[in-house]
């Protein structure tokens, strides 16, 4: 049977400090609550969660490169593809085209399940993932027309891995499920449907973008993150007033929330 499509959207409007965030999924969504704080080094962190689906994504700048780490932090098993966070999805103001540099695997455990001679995958050197990685910016199509993406699935957007480092598993263009992002609580003894043959990165990447424009400020720049989840591009997110208009059965969950801000001596 064809696995359902899940994913999680959430959106940060710096310009009115506050976030409308929803979850779509095929069958009824089981609950929603999404957060974003910043903290005193000026990190945005965007979390949102919706039944066993969990992520995270903290965007700070680091010796004047962009820094993105992404987490898949559910708890729960991951037994379909759809389980696997492929994609983050975001705006930067004005647009800019950044430069990928490096994509490595960090966090604990830092662990690559199914990475084996017979599934044709070579070992990460030092947590170097890049080859199985892809930035774009300029996209046309994705959720919710965000211009910016990160990917270790094609989805439509995306052509061959532009991070550095080689390929490491499956075709050079960034395609199906291979070196996604799986969850925390992942056992990869229980895996099915697919799982089984593809690498995947438990349970965090950070990357690293360069060429930033003058005065680039995260806290006010960084907007419409969404997270993407299996291999099949998520459908458009109506505006949040558009909500009463959904039908049912798309199980569709949202609300607003007030974005916090920690206060700095």
């Known amino acids: 049977m064809k696995s359902k499509l899940k994913f999680l959207a959430t959106w940060v409007t710096p310009s009115n400090n506050k976030i409308a965030s929803a979850c779509y999924a095929t069958l009824l969504a089981a609950g929603l609550t999404i957060a974003a704080t910043q903290s005193a080094s000026a990190a945005v962190t965007v979390t949102s969660t919706n039944g066993t689906l969990a992520a995270s994504a903290q965007f700070d700048t680091v010796a004047g490169n962009l820094r993105v780490v992404v987490t898949n932090t559910s708890v729960a098993d991951a037994l379909i593809p759809t389980d696997i966070l ?7 103001f004005g647009n800019p085209s950044l430069s ?3 994509a490595l695997i960090s966090g604990a455990p830092a662990t690559v399940f199914n990475c084996t001679a017979a599934n044709a995958c070579t070992t990460p050197i030092a947590g170097n993932v890049g080859g199985e990685w892809a930035y774009a910016s300029g996209l046309v199509g994705a959720p919710q027309g965000a211009h910016q993406g990160i990917s270790s699935s094609g989805l439509g957007l995306f052509g061959g ?20 992002i799986t969850s925390a609580g992942d056992n990869p003894a ?9 690498a995947l990165i ?13 005065g680039f400020n ?6 419409h993150v969404f997270f993407q989840y299996g291999t099949a591009l998520a459908v458009a997110v109506p505006e949040p007033e558009s909500y009463a208009m ?14 916090r801000r920690s206060k700095t001596s």
């Open 100 to 102: 990928p540099i490096t």
């Open 190 to 198: 229980t895996g099915n449907g697919g799982l089984n043959n593809d």
């Open 218 to 223: 995260v806290d006010t720049s960084v907007s």
């Open 86 to 92: 492929t994609a983050i999805f975001f705006d930067l």
């Open 202 to 214: 438990q349970n965090q990447v950070t990357f690293l973008l360069g060429s930033l424009p003058a």
């Open 161 to 180: 891995a532009n991070f550095n480092g080689p390929n490491l598993q499956g075709p050079a263009a960034v395609a199906g499920g291979q070196f996604g």
């Open 246 to 259: 959904i039908l049912a059965g798309l199980g569709l969950m949202g609300f607003v929330a007030r974005r």
